[in-house]
């Protein structure tokens, strides 16, 4: 089955410095890729879809696909205090979901 | 805003009492999901449902049972809960089933606390 490892568990930025977070999958059965964030109490928000290899832009977050390297990542460009969440990983293939188990991303004013 | 909507918030109970969660969407979509999130924040799949039909049931234990009225509702019994319960219970939808090529939005997830 379909494995996904977030790195780093835990990400501390100032305000206004990128921020990446990275995805592995374990094979190249999943069909897309999504980010998803999710503040503390509160489901998830759903923040950039990708399915082609290449970068997919959605105001301040970016995403990278590369299959090759079974690999996808987030950038969050100038990232506030209220980007202050856990952000989720989730690979899709025909009939399951598979979420990794998020990075907690820290963002000091 | 808000179109997956889940009650309770929260809920307490204790070991082998029977909870149910309720969730409704008004996306008009026509495939809604369960998951359960531990406290380690890893999120599984545990029921898919396309127009009322269940359409994926991972290993979870029988006292787990969706219950579909209708495809803008998708409930979640558990009969006789035990301590490894406790967890986040997230309901979702999305458009389509499409082999996971819909967006799922999700709801704010219901908290269960067994003692």
């Known amino acids: 089955q379909q494995k996904v490892q977030q790195s780093p568990e835990s990400l501390t930025v100032s305000e206004g410095a990128m921020a990446s977070l990275n995805c592995t999958f374990s094979?190249?059965?999943?069909?897309?890729f999504r980010w998803y964030r999710q503040h503390s109490a509160k489901g998830l928000e759903v923040l950039v879809s990708?399915?082609?290899?290449g970068e997919k832009e959605e105001g301040r977050f970016t995403a990278h696909l590369n299959r090759a390297n079974l690999h996808v990542s987030l950038h969050i460009r100038e990232p506030q205090p209220s980007d202050s969440a856990v952000y989720l990983c989730a690979a899709t293939n025909a009939y399951k979901v598979i979420f990794g188990k998020g990075t907690h991303l820290h963002v000091l004013p | 805003e808000t179109a997956v909507f889940q009650t309770p918030n929260y809920h307490v109970t204790q070991v082998g009492n029977e909870v149910s969660f309720n969730c409704k969407q008004t996306?008009?979509?026509?495939?809604m999901y369960w998951y359960k999130q531990d406290s380690k924040k890893l999120l599984k799949i545990m029921f898919s449902y396309n127009n009322k039909q269940l359409i994926v049931n991972e290993t979870v234990p029988r006292r787990f049972s969706p219950q579909s009225s209708d495809k803008a509702h998708l409930n979640l019994r558990i009969k006789s809960v035990e301590p490894e319960d406790s967890a986040v219970y997230l309901c979702?939808?999305?458009?389509?089933w499409g082999g996971g090529q819909d967006t799922q939005y999700f709801g704010p997830g219901t908290r269960l606390l067994v003692l």
């Open positions: 094979d190249g059965t999943s069909n897309n």
């Open positions: 979702a939808s999305s458009l389509d």
């Open positions: 996306l008009g979509h026509d495939t």
């Open positions: 990708i399915f082609s290899d």
